[in-house]
């Protein structure tokens, strides 16, 4: 079952953030995921959830998307998005 991320990501500061994409980018390839989407100006039809930029990734499976989010590559480049950017992520999963 294919695995969507869904992120409200606030970049506070986009040339730190690059490094951040640079590094995040081949690992996500590698996992099978892919971008669908990156909307800096998403419309609300309803609520109060206003994302600066309104990210959706794709991957193969949750479990794919587990092995990458918990990947020992993967853990210093949290760090490093923490540091320039604030991120609200979920994951669903399709039937």
């Not at 992120?7 to 390839?29: A, H, K, N, S």
């Given at each position: 079952?294919?695995?969507?991320?869904?992120?409200?990501?606030?970049?506070?500061?986009?040339?730190?953030?690059?490094?951040?994409?640079?590094?995040?980018t081949p690992l996500i390839d590698r996992a099978g995921g892919r971008n669908?989407?990156?909307?800096?100006?998403?419309?609300?039809?309803?609520?109060?959830?206003?994302?600066?930029?309104l990210v959706i990734h794709h991957f193969p499976s949750k479990a794919a998307?587990?092995?990458?989010?918990?990947?020992?590559?993967?853990?210093?480049?949290?760090?490093?998005?923490?540091?320039?950017?604030?991120?609200?992520?979920?994951?669903?999963?399709?039937?």
């Amino acid at each position: 079952m294919t695995a969507y991320v869904v992120i409200d990501l606030d970049i506070d500061d986009p040339e730190g953030f690059q490094r951040y994409i640079d590094g995040v980018t081949p690992l996500i390839d590698r996992a099978g995921g892919r971008n669908v989407l990156i909307d800096d100006n998403a419309l609300v039809l309803e609520g109060d959830w206003r994302p600066a930029t309104l990210v959706i990734h794709h991957f193969p499976s949750k479990a794919a998307l587990q092995e990458f989010w918990d990947s020992p590559e993967y853990q210093p480049l949290k760090v490093l998005r923490r540091e320039y950017s604030t991120v609200k992520v979920v994951v669903g999963e399709s039937a």
